[in-house]
C-alpha cells in the first residue's frame, strides 16, 4: 500500500512540473483563476444596456442605469487652469425670492471694459434682442409682434439693476424670460451683462457709471432688515 502511495506521488510530481515548464519561456505558464488576471473592464461612456445591480428586461433603454457613466456629484469643480476656475465655482445663490434679493451683491469676475461690452454684445444681438429690442428697451420684434408684452427697459425700470440679479435672472431665469444657463457659460452670461450695462447708460460705454449704481444697491442690501 505505501509503495504505491509512492509511486502515485512521484507521478503526480513528474505531471505537475512537466506541465509548469513550456518550451514557450516567455509563456506565464498555465492560468488556474484566469478571471483574477482580467477582471471584465467597464469603459466609460459606453453603454452596456444594463446595470448589473438594477437590470430587468422590461426597462427602457432611458431606464437602464450603467454604473460606468455616471453624472458627477452636486458641486464638482472641472479640473481646469485657474483663470476658468472662477467661473466654475458652483453658483453660491438660492433659485428663490430671497436668492435673488441676495444676489444683488455678487460682483462680476471679469473687468467691465469696452472688449468685454464687446464680447456681450455679439451674444445680445443673437440671444437677447429679438425680446429686449437693439438699445435694450422691451422693443424687440417678440415684444411689437405682441408675444410677450411689458418687457422693462434697461436704461428706464431697469437703469440701477446690479449685475448680481441679472446674472441670478440669466441663469434662473424670471418672470416670462426663461433661464439661460444651457445656452450660455457662466463666462458668457458676464460679457452679455458687460453690455447690457452700456445698455443701462443709454448705449455708452462709461467706465464707472455701473459702479456707482452697484454701490449704492450694496448699501441697500446691507440696510435690508434681516
Ligand atoms: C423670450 C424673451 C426674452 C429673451 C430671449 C430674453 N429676455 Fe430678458 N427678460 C424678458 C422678460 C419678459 C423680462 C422681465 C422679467 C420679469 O421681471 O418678470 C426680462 C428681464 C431681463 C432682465 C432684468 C432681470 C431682473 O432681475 O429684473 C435682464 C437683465 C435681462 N432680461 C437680460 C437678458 C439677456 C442678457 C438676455 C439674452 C441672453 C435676455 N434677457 C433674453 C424676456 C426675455
Same mark, same amino acid.
Given at each position: ?5 509512492? /509511486?502515485? +506521488? ?9 506541465? *509548469? ?5 516567455? *509563456?506565464?505558464?498555465?492560468? /488556474? ?14 453603454? /452596456? ?39 466654475? +465655482?458652483? /453658483?453660491? &445663490? ?11 451683491? !455678487? ?5 467691465? *471694459?469696452?472688449? !468685454?461690452?464687446?464680447? %456681450? ?11 429686449? %429690442? ?7 420684434t417678440i415684444s411689437t409682434n405682441g ?5 422693462? *427697459? ?6 440701477? +439693476?446690479?449685475?448680481?440679479?441679472? &446674472? ?9 424670460? %426663461? ?15 458687460? &453690455?447690457?450695462?452700456?445698455?443701462? !447708460? ?17 448699501a441697500d442690501a446691507e440696510n435690508a432688515?434681516?
Amino acid at each position: 500500500m505505501n509503495k504505491r502511495r509512492t /509511486y502515485l +506521488l512521484i507521478v503526480a510530481g513528474v505531471a505537475l512540473g512537466a506541465s *509548469s515548464c513550456t518550451t514557450d519561456k516567455n *509563456s506565464p505558464g498555465t492560468e /488556474y483563476m484566469p478571471d483574477m488576471y482580467r477582471s471584465p473592464a467597464i469603459e466609460a461612456y459606453v453603454d /452596456y444596456g444594463m446595470d448589473p445591480y438594477n437590470f430587468s428586461d422590461s426597462m427602457a433603454v432611458s431606464q437602464r442605469n450603467t454604473p460606468s457613466a455616471r453624472k458627477p456629484v452636486a458641486g464638482t469643480i472641472p479640473y481646469g487652469s485657474q483663470e476658468n476656475l472662477v467661473f466654475a +465655482l458652483p /453658483y453660491a &445663490y438660492d433659485n428663490t425670492t430671497d436668492g435673488y434679493e441676495a444676489s444683488a451683491v !455678487n460682483r462680476s469676475p471679469i473687468a467691465h *471694459s469696452q472688449e !468685454n461690452a464687446d464680447k %456681450g454684445k455679439v451674444i445680445y444681438e443673437r440671444m437677447c434682442k429679438h425680446c429686449h %429690442g437693439a438699445k435694450g428697451e422691451g422693443d424687440g420684434t417678440i415684444s411689437t409682434n405682441g408675444f410677450i408684452l411689458g418687457i422693462p *427697459s434697461y436704461s428706464g425700470k431697469l437703469a440701477d +439693476l446690479p449685475e448680481g440679479k441679472m &446674472y441670478h435672472t440669466l441663469t434662473f431665469g424670471k418672470g416670462l424670460m %426663461g433661464s439661460h444657463a444651457s445656452q450660455l457659460t457662466p463666462k458668457e452670461r458676464w460679457e452679455v451683462i458687460e &453690455y447690457v450695462k452700456v445698455l443701462q !447708460n443709454g448705449g455708452k460705454f462709461v467706465a464707472d457709471a455701473p459702479a456707482a449704481a452697484v454701490a449704492e444697491n450694496l448699501a441697500d442690501a446691507e440696510n435690508a432688515p434681516e
